[in-house]
């Protein structure tokens, strides 16, 4: 038996077609072109949705309702306490912070009701606090009115830091020195310290007035006026309250004492001290009037 060894017949090889080789860098930039588009077209959408007022609308939704939930709990005002009010009136304050009986705690913005209580006239300064579950504290510092400031025909009390107090509530500081000038109000916690040194004369002052924003004129009971100096002010001042303590100079007739002058004063006196006593007639001896 013969064994035939057929040789198979090699069929013809099909070259595959050659793979085109994309650069390195082209996927990670599609894939980057394809994030980008997604978040584009996300921000394109929230710009929408801001624009049209729909994402304010659900957040502010979704805010009162986290509030009255808050509130129904036992978060809600029901107590005010305010401490260190005097001339601020009760309705002014409870209207700068803005809450009323029963409001959400929450809803209290601190920050925003201290800067309204400090637009207040009297108040100086003011500290606002949130003291869960249902109190909201109120410190309030307030101007202490130490004069009265005259100004364009209106009287203005001044706080203890210069400060002129916008209110025309002044009856009850009618006793308080008045002062005048532009600048009066923050010279004058200055002046009535010096004031006080020498206080028995402090109590015959009625009224100081600012010259040139540089030194202060004194009128005095009986209406004599004190040209104080534009400096060593204290010194002028105990000087001539020595002066009134050894020789009375303010009893006599007195209109002026210049005290500008380091070394002397000038005084001047009234006009009627000046003016000359009448001659009294008598009659001549022996003969009849």
């Not at 394809?34 to 007022?53: C, E, K, N, Q, S």
Request: aromatic content about 4%; charged content about 25%.
């Amino acid at each position: 038996m013969r064994f035939l060894n057929r040789r198979k017949t090699a069929s013809p090889r099909i070259k595959a077609p050659r793979r085109r080789l994309n650069p390195l860098w082209l996927k990670p930039a599609l894939k980057t072109l394809g994030v980008a588009t997604v978040i584009g077209g996300l921000g394109f959408g929230v710009g929408w949705l801001w624009r049209a007022g729909m994402i304010q609308t659900a957040v502010e939704t979704v805010h009162q309702r986290a509030l009255s939930a808050s509130a129904a709990i036992g978060l809600s005002i029901d107590d005010v306490l305010v401490v260190g009010r005097v001339e601020t009136a009760r309705a002014d304050v409870l209207q700068a912070l803005g809450i009323e009986r029963g409001m959400p705690i929450l809803a209290v913005d601190p920050v925003a009701a201290k800067q309204r209580l400090e637009a207040l006239p009297w108040v100086r300064s003011a500290t606002v606090e949130r003291r869960l579950p249902d109190t909201v504290f109120v410190r309030l510092t307030e101007h202490q009115a130490i004069a009265l400031w005259q100004r364009n025909n209106r009287l203005l009390p001044i706080g203890r830091d210069g400060t002129a107090v916008m209110t025309r509530e002044i009856e009850r500081f009618n006793h308080l020195l008045v002062v005048v000038g532009d600048d009066a109000p923050a010279h004058t916690p200055a002046l009535l310290e010096m004031l006080v040194a020498e206080p028995e004369l402090a109590g015959r002052v009625t009224a100081a007035i600012r010259i040139g924003n540089r030194r202060w004129n004194l009128n005095l009971d009986h209406g004599i006026e004190l040209r104080l100096p534009e400096s060593d002010m204290a010194r002028a001042w105990a000087w001539i309250a020595r002066l009134e303590r050894e020789h009375r100079v303010l009893a006599r007739d007195v209109a002026t004492i210049d005290l500008r002058l380091p070394d002397r004063l000038i005084v001047r006196a009234t006009p009627e001290a000046t003016k000359p006593e009448p001659v009294k007639k008598t009659a001549a001896p022996g003969r009849n009037t």
